[in-house]
């Protein structure tokens, strides 16, 4: 074996962290800030992880947010704490659901002002009382919101103490205790309106309105409590200023970060003397101690690194979609703008019997008929990911994330999979509009559509995702689950080895809390 001396400048660190994804920089951050010696190891040749900003397309100056996309359950506290130069901006409009009725080409169009709101569900549903029954569902979620977000950067509360503190057992039970699918039907009575509320529990999740495991309740109440508003917002600058301001941040701090580094084992006896991590380079092999561990990574990795039994198997379910259009496309219903439509979440295919049918098709091993999907555009609300010349030719980004469509789809053939699944996803969106997609793309340099798709299994070759899974594996309840739980839900079985990735309990998504977690566990706060 081969043996490397990287320019590390000390024997041991307080904390190595594996992984330099944007939740184990936010903890490089805050232990560098209190003070800790810190070391992050990450294998690829930059940081970001699945938060990055790249350019896809040959010879294009478009930035893109390759894989994650959009924030909302990134606390402000981490950003005031650690000071990050990165901003956020709204969308006014929240989503446009494109529908064909009775011959006539329409869609619910949900935001620009409370009047526009109410006369699109009035002129879909025929009458307010959709409407008015969706102000008091989404005034639950808000409420519960507000008094569930700000416990994700506090230790983990116990079940009842949550319980006690959402104080609304009608929406604990809705929530925490249901199915998903039966207060959607208690609740709305139009299919279209149904399904969009649907969806916030299907991104990335696998499941059906009634799954009893109610995974789709998890996945929609993280959907739902972002911010303490649910809103979801356009990073500036695409993914990769937030990966990039907390790589600076933690440097600034006195963090090492060395890219190219890929942790190979962890070795730890578990009487509190410090770990070890070998990692391989370029040159060789090498090894550094830690007397804390932190794994920016699966809890597949972890038992990997540790030399453990499995973890339980994860599989993602979605396909994603990276465009760059030389103009939006027109749609059939004139009565919406395409920078509304697209400015906010568009929903294709999502009618609440449609996601049935897709997860029905899906289940017994078929590619959904009628694939759903969302997609919206970033550069309307930030063009600054597009370079100058782009701008001013009006081009456009789409990003385009599809459900239902879990990685045993694409054991076979995943290349093959991939381009039927692509071809049927864009049918469903051509069905909506007045030109078809292909004849808005941009070229690249060399001539080719400006479109890419990834399915689970192409992010798990490229990330390392578990199956794909954009998770790491089915989100959590924002509770301890026992005292194997631990007090902040990233400890394992080991007392100096954490785990501060998606994986963690409250993890998933671009949030950062699992890293400002596995800090304050290594604080003892």
């Known amino acids: 074996m081969t043996t490397t001396s990287a320019p590390f400048r000390r024997a041991a660190y307080d904390a190595v962290i594996v992984g330099g994804g944007h939740n184990g920089l936010v903890a490089a951050a805050y232990l560098a800030r209190a003070g800790k010696s810190v070391l992050v190891l990450e294998r690829l040749g930059h940081t970001g992880g699945a938060a990055v900003s790249t350019r896809p397309f040959a010879g294009v100056d478009a930035r893109l947010s390759r894989y994650s996309y959009l924030v909302s359950l990134l606390p402000a506290k981490i950003v005031r704490d650690l000071g990050l130069q990165f901003a956020v901006r709204g969308r006014t409009v929240s989503s446009y659901t494109p529908v064909e009725r009775d011959g006539r080409a329409g869609g619910l169009l949900i935001g620009g002002s409370e009047a526009r709101t109410r006369e699109s569900f009035a002129r879909l549903t025929g009458s307010g009382r959709e409407y008015e029954r969706w102000r008091a569902f989404y005034a639950t979620t808000g409420r519960l919101a507000r008094k569930v977000f700000p416990t994700l950067t506090e230790p983990l509360p116990s079940r009842s103490e949550l319980r006690a503190r959402v104080d609304d057992e009608a929406a604990w039970r809705m929530l925490f205790e249901e199915p ?107 090894a550094v101690a830690g007397r804390a561990v932190l794994v920016n990574a699966s809890p597949r990795a972890l038992a990997e690194l540790l030399g453990e039994a499995p973890a339980a198997p994860a599989e993602g379910a979605q396909l994603k979609v990276n465009m760059l259009l030389r103009r939006l496309p027109r749609l059939r219903d004139t009565s919406v703008d395409p920078r509304e439509a697209f400015g906010g979440t568009f929903h294709i295919a999502e009618g609440y019997e449609q996601l049935a049918r897709a997860h029905a098709e899906a289940a017994t091993g078929e590619l959904p008929s009628v694939p759903p999907s969302e997609i919206y555009c970033h550069s309307l609300t930030d063009p600054s990911i597009l370079g100058p010349e782009l701008v001013a030719r009006g081009y456009q980004t789409l990003t385009l994330f599809g459900l239902h469509t879990p990685a045993r789809l694409f054991e076979k053939d995943n290349r093959g999979a991939r381009e039927v699944l692509l071809a049927g996803t864009l049918a469903q969106l051509d069905a909506h509009l007045a030109e078809p997609l292909t004849e808005c ?74 890293g400002h977690n596995a800090a304050m566990a290594v604080l003892g706060r």
């Open 441 to 514: 793309l941009a070229l690249d340099a060399d001539g080719r559509p400006c479109i890419e798709a990834k399915t689970p299994l192409d992010l798990d070759r490229e990330l390392r995702l578990p199956g794909g899974h954009i998770f790491h594996r089915d989100l959590s309840w924002p509770y301890a689950d026992g005292p194997e739980t631990g007090r902040w839900g990233v400890e394992t079985r080991h007392p100096n080895v954490l785990l501060c990735g998606a994986g963690a309990v409250r993890g998933g998504g671009v949030s950062g809390v699992p």
């Open 180 to 286: 998903l699918g039966l207060a959607v039907e208690r609740h709305f009575t139009d299919d279209l309106v149904r399904g969009v509320v649907l969806t916030d529990g299907l991104i990335g999740t696998f499941a059906d309105a009634h799954d009893p495991s109610l995974a789709q309740n998890r996945c929609f109440l993280y959907h739902v409590i972002g911010g303490g508003t649910g809103d979801w917002n356009v990073p500036v600058g695409g993914m990769g200023a937030l990966t990039d301001a907390l790589a600076r941040a933690a440097r600034a701090a006195g963090a090492e970060i060395l890219t190219g580094h890929e942790a190979l084992r962890i070795d730890t006896d578990g009487t509190g003397a410090p770990a070890e991590v070998t990692f391989r380079t370029a040159t060789g092999e090498g």
